[in-house]
């Protein structure tokens, strides 16, 4: 009997440490560079690429906000594709673009557009999502 209650507790301490480490849905980051549309060029990337290892060690994505002007750049992890683009402080989507820029960060998944005859940013989207934690 003494075994047995020893038994029972080591499973339920087995089974308690099992659902505080569950991690819930998950999906590995991902950046992708599509450039073959000249007229709607974008690029969409998770902020977590960098814990994919499947993604290979060139995918990132960057955004960055200062007073003048917001960058989004990226690398495609699978094709080494790299987009670039910015919105200036006269741009009238540059205070969206600054909120975007902020609000990224682990969780998020970043789609920006541009067209190839510009180096601007035509629009930007975020979102965060707990499946893309890590």
Same mark, same amino acid.
């Given at each position: ?39 709607? #060029?974008?690029?969409? *990337? @998770?902020?977590? $690429?960098?814990? +994919?290892?499947?993604?290979? /060690?060139? &995918?990132?994505? #960057?955004?960055?906000? *200062? @007073?003048?002007? $917001?960058?989004? +750049?990226?690398?495609?992890? /699978?094709? &080494? ?10 741009n009238a989507i540059f205070q969206a673009a600054i909120a975007t820029a902020r609000a990224a960060g682990n969780g998020s998944r970043l789609q920006v557009y541009k067209t190839s005859s510009s180096s601007t940013c035509t629009s ?11």
């Amino acid at each position: 009997m003494k075994h047995m209650t020893k038994f029972v507790f080591a499973l339920s301490l087995l089974l308690i440490a099992s659902y505080s480490f569950a991690a819930g849905k998950y999906s590995p980051g991902r950046v992708v560079v599509n450039l073959s549309n000249p007229a709607q #060029q974008y690029m969409n *990337g @998770d902020f977590n $690429v960098r814990y +994919n290892p499947a993604a290979g /060690s060139q &995918g990132f994505v #960057q955004a960055q906000a *200062g @007073d003048y002007y $917001v960058s989004f +750049n990226g690398v495609d992890d /699978s094709t &080494g594709q790299s987009f670039s683009c910015s919105i200036p402080n006269t741009n009238a989507i540059f205070q969206a673009a600054i909120a975007t820029a902020r609000a990224a960060g682990n969780g998020s998944r970043l789609q920006v557009y541009k067209t190839s005859s510009s180096s601007t940013c035509t629009s930007v989207y975020i979102l965060n999502n707990s499946q893309f934690l890590d």
